[in-house]
């Protein structure tokens, strides 16, 4: 029988949800990911680098409203920590497919629809700004 483990953390502005399964973490994000905020998931993807078996590791961005500058810091410290096979984000809304794209980031993480063992390509073309 697969172990899970559930644990919740936030605040008024941002929820995360970990997951443990003996197959993966999946960590669900939901709110504003600002410096103020951002507390509970640097905390939950902390728990996801350091555990002692390395499982894949599914982030879900869907609900983010809001990521700036920090939601960059902090994924890409996740993909240092974690490790870029590992760490897949999972179905990202349109602010954070817009966010990856400006800055480049959408070539350096596997991003897919839904939770899955391995996550497809985004499927919306990227767009380039000629000056």
């Known amino acids: 029988?697969?172990?899970?483990?559930?644990?919740?953390?936030?605040?008024?502005?941002?929820?995360?949800?970990?997951?443990?399964?003996?197959?993966?973490?999946?960590?669900?994000?939901?709110?504003?990911?600002?410096?103020?905020?951002?507390?509970?998931?640097?905390?939950?993807?902390?728990?996801?680098?350091?555990?002692?078996?390395?499982?894949?590791?599914?982030?879900?961005?869907?609900?983010?409203?809001?990521?700036?500058?920090?939601?960059?810091?902090?994924?890409?410290r996740a993909r240092l920590r974690i490790g870029p096979d590992r760490l897949s984000l999972v179905d990202p809304g349109p602010r954070v497919i817009r966010l990856l794209r400006l800055t480049g980031l959408d070539a350096h993480f596997a991003i897919g629809r839904r939770p899955a063992a391995r996550p497809q390509p985004d499927p919306v073309p990227k767009v380039t700004y000629l000056p």
Do not use: C, K, Q, Y
């Not at 905020?37 to 728990?47: F, G, H, K, N």
């Not at 078996?53 to 599914?58: F, N």
């Open 1 to 76: 029988m697969p172990t899970t483990r559930i644990h919740h953390l936030g605040n008024d502005l941002l929820s995360v949800t970990t997951v443990r399964t003996e197959n993966a973490w999946i960590i669900t994000v939901s709110g504003e990911v600002d410096v103020d905020t951002v507390e509970p998931l640097r905390r939950s993807l902390e728990a996801a680098s350091s555990a002692r078996l390395p499982l894949p590791v599914l982030l879900n961005l869907r609900d983010v409203d809001f990521g700036g500058s920090t939601l960059v810091n902090t994924l890409l």
